[in-house]
């Protein structure tokens, strides 16, 4: 099944050189992992504030690249340089966990955006977030599996807030109410996909 997730080989090797930069200075993969937290959260209060702000959801997308940039270089920068430890682990699963509700929730607070379809798309990935984490626990392998991972769900939240930047009202968009079903289906998938 296609998924953004394989393109994270390539998305990887063009972050190299600042992971090498991050670890001559000393910086820990925890460090970065908490940075994409605290990132994630900031942007989330700040749609809540200003759910109607055009320039929030015109940067909104490139938040969500340096969130996905950050996840990344935390989990090479452990690998790479030997720094791996079980704190870090947590961590990382619970920083994803939480940089996804920080992120995609207060999208329920947007005018024309129908609350119920939001919280049970970030409720359906927080379960498949749980099931690829459990997965290493029983097969000792990280679950990734698609349609609707980490990198696609940024994806179809940043085209999301591209229209509501360029101030396409959603509620015009007449099947807009598939969209989300869609959405829906598609984690469903991914949560079968991570639970075989």
């Known amino acids: 099944m296609f998924t953004l ?3 994270k080989p390539a ?3 063009c972050l190299r050189p600042l992971v090498n930069r991050f670890a001559t200075w000393q910086i820990s993969p925890n460090q970065i992992t908490v940075s994409a937290i605290l990132l994630s959260v900031a942007m989330g209060l700040t749609i809540t504030f200003y759910p109607q702000s055009k320039f929030v959801f015109l940067l909104f997308p490139i938040i969500l690249l340096l969130r996905m940039a950050l996840n990344a ?3 090479m920068l452990a690998r790479e340089q030997n720094l791996t430890t079980d704190m870090g682990f947590v961590l990382n699963e619970l920083g994803d966990i939480i940089s996804d509700v920080a992120l995609y929730l207060p999208f329920s607070f947007i005018p024309g ?3 119920p379809w939001i919280i049970t798309i970030v409720i359906l990935a927080i379960i498949a977030e749980i099931i690829g984490f459990l997965k ?3 097969d000792n392998k990280r679950s990734y599996e698609g349609p609707m991972g980490k990198s696609d769900r940024a994806l179809f939240f940043a085209i999301i807030s591209l229209v509501l930047g360029f101030g396409i009202q959603l509620e015009s968009i007449s099947f807009m109410n598939s969209i ?3 959405m829906v ?3 469903l998938w991914t949560i079968f996909n991570r639970s075989q």
Request: hydrophobic share 60%; net charge neutral; glycine share 10%.
């Open 5 to 7: 997730y394989q393109f």
């Open 11 to 13: 998305f990887q090797n």
């Open 73 to 75: 270089i935390d989990g």
């Open 113 to 115: 955006i129908k609350a």
């Open 136 to 138: 290493f626990i029983i």
């Open 180 to 182: 989300w079903v869609g």
């Open 185 to 187: 289906v598609l984690l």
